[in-house]
């Protein structure tokens, strides 16, 4: 399932690190509608969560601490292959339609529109993506973070250690589809993103996946890579 949520600003300007406000409001969405499922997701220790999302602004001009948008519109695309969650998530932001949530610089978001997008229907074995937020290539060692983007020499075989863990923790597909899968990349870029005051190196692009069906369908609804869940690794077709 895939949602394009409509949000209209009071201020068109937001911090530099504006994930953090969106994660806020996925929680309190979920708090407001469902304080069950509000535990089992963020009470219950570090939950791997089957969904994904990208943010579109309106012809950002960075600034040192923040965005200045053109417009006072902006956007979350939200996708997740768990139609069941799907529906959970929708009915959640159906509560916060036309309800002012409060963020930083004395601004507030107000959700104006829910849309349903279309899904693709992934039937090839070879198919061209475009990640539409960045993707993340995290390795956890000696209790430090490194973060590996496009411009390291080991980012695929870094990317493929992050995918199996992805199928590990999910338990959704086998883990030896993996075997015949690979990624290309096309046209990517290097790119650094904020993230809670850390300043972390990701990649953005085209690139070619290669795979069953049911994989390149299955990275398609709930993102690839590291940090899925705040709002990094989605991808088009």
């Known amino acids: 399932m895939r949602l394009r949520l409509k949000f209209e600003l009071q201020k068109n300007e937001i911090p530099c690190d504006y994930r953090p406000i969106i994660l806020s409001f996925l929680k309190y969405s979920v708090y407001q509608y469902d304080q069950i499922l509000y535990r089992n997701f963020y009470e219950n220790g570090v939950i791997p969560k089957k969904y994904t999302f990208s943010v579109w602004l309106d012809k950002p001009v960075f600034n040192s601490d923040t965005i200045l948008l053109e417009s006072n519109r902006m956007e979350i695309r939200f996708s997740t292959g768990d139609n069941v969650l799907g529906i959970h998530m929708y009915n959640a932001f159906l509560r916060m339609k036309q309800k002012e949530f409060n963020i ?11 849309e349903l997008i279309p899904e693709k229907i992934i039937t090839d074995k070879k ?78 692009g085209t690139f070619v996946m290669e795979g069953e069906p049911v994989l390149l369908d299955y990275f398609y609804k709930h993102g690839c890579g590291s940090k899925r869940s705040c709002g990094f690794g989605m991808l088009s077709v």
């Open 127 to 204: 198919i061209f993506v475009q990640f539409i937020s960045p993707l993340i290539v995290r390795s956890h060692r000696e209790d430090k973070d490194f973060y590996y983007s496009i411009a390291h020499p080991e980012f695929i075989n870094q990317l493929m250690i992050i995918l199996r863990h992805q199928l590990e923790i999910l338990n959704d597909l086998p883990v030896a589809m993996l075997d015949d899968f690979c990624i290309t990349p096309v046209k990517p870029q290097k790119t650094v993103v904020q993230f809670y005051g850390q300043y972390i190196e990701a990649t953005l």
């Open 104 to 114: 930083p610089l004395n601004n507030t978001l107000l959700l104006k529109e829910i």
